[in-house]
């Protein structure tokens, strides 16, 4: 929905948001596959206040083109001012008045943590693909150092859908005494060969694209074309069959054309789904660093919360939160038989876990559009 | 199946096929969208003698990037050979001791018949993006030169999946009075818009690869990593999450790896999902002409079967033919449910259609597998 209405209202003027972006540094993160990463830049928001007992903070954790823009305190009844403003603020269910809640950009993207982009010490240039590997457990690390460093002794909840689903997740399994509750929202033990094969492609868009040069392109000079398609890929895994048919059948576009990512003769017309595929292309190039989102659908695709443990069940184990498992019916990217496996899963091995399904025809992005759903489930805690 | 055994078998030697293929090449054909192609040459085979009556001919349609070559009378038993070897043949359910098979290759194809690599007359140069919007009603057209020219009077059957069950739909439609039968397999009326957004992916990296020039390449130096990027997104559409999980699951490559379309670095290593994918993506450039991936697919986006009517109903009302539509339970390019829907209107418009649904878990491409159930559907006739 937020993306739809973007499309539709994309001639009115950009929101303008008061954006408090603070930013933590430490020394270095031992990555979980090998090497080490140093200085490391957390980019993060908070709203409302820590109390002194430092428990009652709620961490957030976004998905894979996401920002520490959770909520927008400036322009709190927008839903598109901030891409979790919804759920977030005083009154709402993560209430503001009354918790803690911070928002941390994750390392190896662009919105203000260290990334790819980031200036590579040994160097003074950007790192490029000189940046490591980085993973979800890497990510849930790097937050811990943040809330540790805010006086945060206890978490109330960590939740985030998606790969921050993976985040919510992995953060139950690695600090299981921190946290109260989690929930973990359109996001699995691990990502199918289908979501591998799928980042694969949208990933080698964008390495195809001569600007990309392999890596090293300038700010600003990244390749957007390859980055356009990679999110056009993208933004069908999102949605679904159905979502899409509503949203744009076989309709010739009517708005104003959009310029595609490439030179695009029109053979027999333009269906309006692709204008609006040229469009959120175009948008995410303006604004997204190629290099992270290679590293961060990577880290997606390499995320297995049984890694490092002799079993998914010895990892499932460890959780001693109250877990949520959050899936959505048409999701196709984190299918919800998959969610709900991993529910029973945690069950199995004796953990405090329940599963919620969105009936949605929204297919992933309903952990951005069902907002009355979604307040519905979390509200089951 | 096939895909898979010749993933793991492609360091065996290459089947040497007895290709007889035929031309035939006419003035001019009116497109359906608008100007005229000339000459046009249609490349075919057939197998099977032509009766004295000229009515037991049966036209195997094929799909996006198949050829003439249905069947290998060479060797039959093979089922690597030819594209529908399994079902063609002596004794097969295309029993080619009794009928006169016959199958072309589509225009706007590059395996012998006039397309975008085909030279233009104006020019004496290939058309490239100079060939005009070709739809499924154009393809159709010709073969119906074809078999006047063969001596057909009237088909036993038409039949094909995938766009070539969309070609036999307008067979059905176009000439009812010239077939006593029609097989639509996973095929619909139109595609959805998912479908139509999968296929303008694919098609912006082939034109984002600057090899492209806009279609001007020179004969073997088209976009070959554009066009195998654009493979790799149709084989994840061919297959389903539930197939691609049973061949691949997060298995981490153990085999020679393959040269990926572009310089990827390996973030974490290989999964074979990723290898398998380029492997299929560099096979399809290697023999399949970029400028033709373009064109086809887009007919496939533009065929809608109620074009040029009133309405669906009328359009389908037209048909004589006894009809049968085959849709695929795991098929999410062309879902079950609309090929059910579409059986459907025929008999509610008064058409003698019926409906069968292969149990597969191998998606789209099951029509290409599931030889005991494909053989069993037909035989419903």
Chains 1, 2 share one sequence.
Not at 217 to 226: E, H, N, R, T, V
């Amino acid at each position: 929905m937020v993306a739809q209405l973007e499309y539709i209202q994309r001639t009115q003027s950009q929101v303008q948001t008061e954006n408090d972006v603070l930013t933590f540094t430490f020394d270095q993160l031992l990555l979980q596959r090998g090497g080490r990463l140093g200085p490391v830049t957390v980019a993060y928001e908070t709203w409302g206040e820590l109390n002194t007992t430092g428990d009652n903070a709620i961490l957030i954790t976004h998905a894979l083109t996401g920002t520490s823009h959770a909520h927008d305190a400036a322009d709190p009844e927008n839903p598109r001012a901030a891409w979790w403003n919804p759920l977030i603020g005083p009154g709402k269910y993560f209430d503001t008045s009354r918790y803690f809640v911070i928002c941390a950009n994750v390392i190896g993207s662009c919105a203000g943590s260290t990334g790819p982009s980031s200036k590579n010490p040994l160097t003074d240039r950007p790192y490029g693909m000189r940046f490591p590997v980085i993973t979800i457990r890497d990510m849930v690390r790097a937050q811990h150092k943040l809330i540790k460093h805010l006086g945060v002794r206890r978490l109330a909840m960590v939740a985030g859908g998606s790969i921050g689903g993976q985040q919510a997740l992995e953060w139950a399994v690695t600090y299981p005494h921190l946290i109260e509750k989690v929930a973990v929202i359109a996001a699995s033990a691990a990502v199918s060969a289908q979501a591998i094969a799928f980042n694969e492609v949208a990933r080698q868009s964008i390495m195809a694209d001569p600007a990309w040069l392999c890596g090293d392109y300038l700010p600003g000079q990244g390749p957007a074309s390859g980055l356009s398609i990679a999110r056009m890929l993208a933004m069908i895994t999102y949605q679904s069959e159905e979502s899409m048919e509503m949203r744009f059948s076989r309709n010739q576009v009517q708005r104003e054309p959009v310029t595609a990512p490439t030179f695009a003769p029109e053979l027999g017309g333009r269906f309006d789904v692709e204008n609006y595929l040229y469009y959120q292309g175009d948008k995410l190039a303006q604004r997204f660093d190629a290099n992270s989102y290679l590293y961060i659908s990577r880290a997606m695709d390499l995320y297995d919360v049984s890694e490092g443990y002799a079993s998914l069940e010895e990892a499932l184990g460890r959780i001693r939160s109250q877990i949520l498992f959050v899936g959505i019916s048409s999701d196709f990217l984190f299918p919800a038989s998959h969610v709900r496996r991993l529910a029973d899963k945690v069950q199995m091995v004796g953990g405090d876990a329940r599963y919620v399904e969105l009936n949605s025809p929204h297919g992933h992005d309903a952990f951005l559009k069902e907002w009355n759903q979604l307040t519905a489930a979390l509200r089951q805690f």
